[in-house]
Nanobody, 115 residues
Framework: QVQLVESGGGLVQAGGSLRLSCAAS????????MAWYRQALGKQRTMVAS???????TYVDSVKGRFTISRDNAKNTVYLQMNSLKPEDTGVYYC?????????WGQGTQVTVSS
């Protein structure tokens, strides 16, 4: 069973930056496209960025130009660099595969952006 552990969240003012990390217990990263998801309070979890196993990223429009997803397959880790943060980026951030099958969800890491 793959374990996903997210870290790096926190409280930041609008315009600030955070770097999230996600470590996996197994080398699934070398075989799967990976993604970061965000769940705002009272809303569904949605994908914000994904990266193929060879490193090709995709982003939802709302984070393009501000967020950068990357991965280090040797460390079984995926990252999300978040710049120019906005209050609407607030939520719990999770990593997982990009689908269609998913590993068990981790606890996520809370990101709070104050205005």
């Amino acid at each position: 069973q793959v374990q996903l552990v997210e870290s790096g969240g926190g409280l930041v003012q609008a315009g600030g930056s955070l770097r999230l990390s996600c470590a996996a217990s197994e080398s699934i990263f070398t075989l799967r496209d990976m993604a970061w998801y965000r769940q705002a309070l009272g809303k569904q979890r949605t994908m914000v960025a994904s990266i193929t196993r060879i490193g090709t990223p995709t982003y939802v429009d709302s984070v393009k130009g501000r967020f950068t997803i990357s991965r280090d397959n040797a460390k079984n880790t995926v990252y999300l660099q978040m710049n120019s943060l906005k209050p609407e980026d607030t939520g719990v951030y999770y990593c997982n595969t990009a689908g269609p099958s998913f590993a068990s969800w981790g606890q996520g890491t809370q990101v709070t952006v104050s205005s």
